[in-house]
């Protein structure tokens, strides 16, 4: 039956506008910030050596190796930032590198979907997958959680064409070994070992218990050698200790537990609730296409007729139990799930009651933030940061001086009319798209508006320009339990490399030392020096950097 010129109208408009808002969304946030801890500094830091070219293959962090994972995320970084320079500042080009991974993880999802459920679901996956509330912040930051990402998204991708009858082994199996080979290359072990164990899993399905299978899967081994071979082997070349270093601690030591690397765990409930919570919405839509699937035809029929979505469902549940078996859990290892759930939830259908109230709450509930955040520029560029702040003097300073931003009030009210427009053309983009567009308004404005408030709690740049402006002019600088993050932004800010000492009474020949010292540890003034600075990031009263020199 021909399509009505209105409805091809609607649906063209569905497809731009989910487009400009899913590119809205991945944008704001991106850029015009400093690199925010936990894990932006520290990669900035490797960036940055890669970008003046010092050592390609081992990872630092200012003057020290630091190896905790592979340097795809920071040679990709390295590389935009080069070919940026001196347009943007380092950290900005790299940022580009991180919006590249994203895009390319989001057209594998969604042309993954449109292969499983239709033209008009690609977009959703892609929404879902970067839009749930485990992954909101975290697609945001240089981190090397971005291109495991995408290696998961096009790994996965090849998985679902493997189902199908005349699937191509070369291509697909090439497709897979590239993307596992990406994964190991950026976080290493996790993904790569979650997708071997799904590849094997999956021969219990007819689908998968074939020929074009076995071969694939020979295609995908020779396609993953080159990335888990070549640079192993540099690094292998260029460092026994530090090679066994990263390929021990940092992936079995991590998981098992024998080596203390932060992201200890509290509990097993604790972890039960993070992954409810994390997972919304893609997860639980996720859960309810699969219960309406299995009601209607049971699980032998899904198998046979949904094979693809059976070896999603292997994925999801296989990363989840190795995660939540290892001693070491951040929400920023789920990223690697999303893929897989954004594509699951993406084939749910929801009732109609449940389609209003999921619109009309999504109009008033996500309105509500967005405007709070206009409301919120206003005072604070009256110089009004008091009024109504609650508890935000917590993390924020209220006494912040936000000054007025053309290009960032001109993209608050391009993500503003994004919204509207969402609204006006609801039905077209169905509820899941509005509320995607809902959350897009709440943290674009949040990335625009308030962007540089936030930024100045969350920042260096404005204690480290303070800092470097009363250090000596030259000489050697010591440093004493500064972090690799706080090294990286001296060195980044500053120009500063600093000698590590064991203690701030370590004799050394440098005749200036840096100290980081926290509000329930403060640390003695190191005999024979005098303090001449001190400072932190606004707002931040557990933080305290000083500045000694001697004679």
Not at 52 to 59: E, H
Request: net charge positive.
């Amino acid at each position: 039956m021909p399509t009505s010129p209105m409805a091809s109208s609607r649906s063209r408009t569905a497809v731009w506008l989910s487009a400009a808002l899913l590119l809205t969304f991945l944008v704001t946030g991106l850029f015009g910030r400093d690199p925010w801890k936990a894990d932006e500094p520290y990669s900035v830091g490797m960036v940055l050596n890669f970008f003046r070219g010092a050592d390609l293959i081992v990872p630092h962090v200012a003057a020290d190796p630091f190896v905790e994972k592979p340097p795809v995320m920071y040679w990709s970084g390295a590389i935009l930032a080069r070919l940026t320079h001196p347009l943007l500042p380092v950290f900005e080009g790299a940022q580009l590198a991180v919006l590249a991974w994203l895009l390319l993880a989001a057209w594998a999802a969604g042309r993954t979907a449109q292969r499983l459920y239709g033209g008009g679901f690609g977009w959703l996956a892609a929404v879902l997958m970067v839009g749930s509330f485990g992954a909101i912040e975290n697609v945001h930051k240089l981190t090397a959680d971005i291109p495991q990402l995408a290696g998961a998204a096009l790994a996965l991708a090849a998985l679902v064409r493997l189902a199908e009858p005349g699937a191509s082994p070369r291509r697909w199996g090439l497709l897979l070994g590239t993307g596992a080979g990406l994964a190991f290359l950026s976080k290493g072990l996790l993904v790569p070992g979650v997708l071997a164990l799904t590849s094997l899993v999956v021969i219990v399905l007819p689908a998968y218990r074939q020929r074009r299978h076995a071969a694939a899967l020979g295609w995908a081994f020779a396609a993953a050698l080159p990335w888990v071979l070549i640079w192993p082997w540099l690094f292998w070349q260029a460092s026994h200790p530090l090679f066994i270093e990263w390929f021990w601690d940092n992936n079995f030591g991590r998981f098992f537990g024998f080596v203390n690397l932060g992201g200890g765990r509290t509990s097993y409930l604790s972890d039960v609730g993070s992954l409810v919570g994390l997972t919304f919405p893609a997860g639980w839509l996720a859960v309810g296409a699969l219960v309406a699937q299995l009601r209607q035809g049971g699980l032998r029929e899904l198998c046979a007729e949904r094979p693809a979505i059976v070896m999603l469902w292997i994925y999801a549940v296989l990363f989840v139990a190795t995660l939540t078996s290892s001693s070491s859990i951040r929400d920023i290892y789920m990223l690697p799930i999303f893929p897989a759930l954004g594509l699951l939830g993406a084939g749910v259908r929801l009732p109609t009651w449940l389609e209003k109230v999921w619109a009309g709450a999504a109009i008033v509930l996500l309105s509500l933030p967005g405007l709070w955040a206009w409301v919120r520029w206003g005072l604070m560029i009256a110089g009004q940061g008091h009024v109504g702040a609650g508890p935000l003097g917590k993390w924020l300073p209220l006494d912040y001086p936000l000054e007025f931003h053309p290009a960032l009030v001109a993209g608050a009210v391009v993500v503003s009319g994004l919204w509207i427009a969402a609204i006006v053309h609801r039905r077209a983009l169905g509820a899941l798209m509005l509320g995607f567009a809902g959350l897009m308004f709440v943290w674009g404005t949040l990335s625009t508006l308030l962007l540089p408030w936030v930024n100045a709690a969350r920042g260096y740049s404005v204690p480290f320009h303070a800092m470097r402006a009363a250090l000596p002019p030259h000489g050697c600088v010591a440093e004493f339990n500064v972090g690799e993050s706080e090294r990286a932004m001296l060195d980044y800010y500053a120009d500063v490399r600093p000698v590590r000492l064991a203690s701030a009474d370590t004799p050394t020949e440098c005749r200036t030392l840096i100290v980081l010292d926290k509000a329930a540890r403060r640390i003695a003034p190191p005999e024979g020096w005098a303090q001449v600075w001190e400072g932190g990031r606004p707002a931040d009263n557990n933080e305290r950097f000083r500045v000694f020199v001697r004679p």
